[in-house]
């Protein structure tokens, strides 16, 4: 009955592409055991943290929590890739958390409900900013290492959320995951 139900799942996410049936086939992937869990920050304890997960048919599945205040739980199939630090510094390769997470929030506030195409184009325009200063090794066999950029993926632009930020790397679609506010 799970596997078929699961199979299900799969074929209507694959046949839709929505966010959201990949989102339902992967928790029940994980309430079924089908596949392990990391999640990242599960006691919300680690001071800063940033990292992506490129997304891939690994049987690894990363949860987190995003979208600020409004404390969803989200979860990705692929391979972790850290980055960061705790301060930006270009020939350092560290990045500094806060300024992603000032952008979803003013005066102070979380505004939760600054996701996707909600979120002002001021903003938008900062955080693709901020995104685009975050260096990507793309790593080779030939240990020929390449540094490159990330940059939102703007075909992706309804995940969008606190947290969780559809990005295109090169190695492929992937989603810049950092400390959520809440």
């Known amino acids: 009955?799970?596997?078929?139900?699961?199979k299900a799942l799969k074929h209507r996410w694959l046949n839709?592409?929505?966010?959201?049936?990949?989102q339902a086939y992967l928790s029940a992937r994980v309430r079924l055991n089908d596949a392990p869990l990391v999640y990242l920050d599960p006691d919300g304890t680690l001071p800063e943290w940033i990292a992506i997960i490129v997304r891939r048919e690994t049987d690894v599945i990363y949860g987190t929590q995003c979208a600020g205040v409004a404390t969803e739980q989200r979860f990705v199939e692929g391979y972790l890739v850290p980055v960061g630090g705790s301060k930006y510094d270009v020939d350092e390769?560290?990045?500094e958390v806060q300024p992603f997470v000032d952008v979803f929030h003013e005066s102070g506030?979380?505004?939760?409900?600054w996701t996707g195409r909600t979120l002002?184009?001021?903003?938008r325009a900062l955080l693709s900013t901020l995104v685009e200063s975050v260096p990507y090794w793309h790593s080779r066999l030939d240990g020929d290492d390449q540094k490159d950029?990330?940059?939102?993926?703007?075909?992706?632009l309804e995940q969008l959320a606190e947290a969780w930020i559809?990005?295109?790397?090169?190695?492929?679609?992937?989603?810049?995951?950092?400390?959520?506010?809440?």
């Not at 839709?16 to 990949?22: A, K, L, N, P, T």
Request: glycine share 10%; net charge negative.
């Open 109 to 113: 506030d979380c505004k939760w409900a």
């Open 120 to 123: 002002p184009l001021e903003r």
């Open 16 to 22: 839709s592409g929505s966010f959201e049936d990949e």
């Open 93 to 95: 390769g560290k990045i």
């Open 166 to 182: 559809p990005v295109q790397t090169p190695d492929g679609p992937g989603v810049l995951l950092y400390r959520n506010c809440d």
């Open 149 to 156: 950029r990330l940059r939102i993926d703007t075909t992706r």
């Open 1 to 6: 009955m799970a596997e078929n139900g699961l």
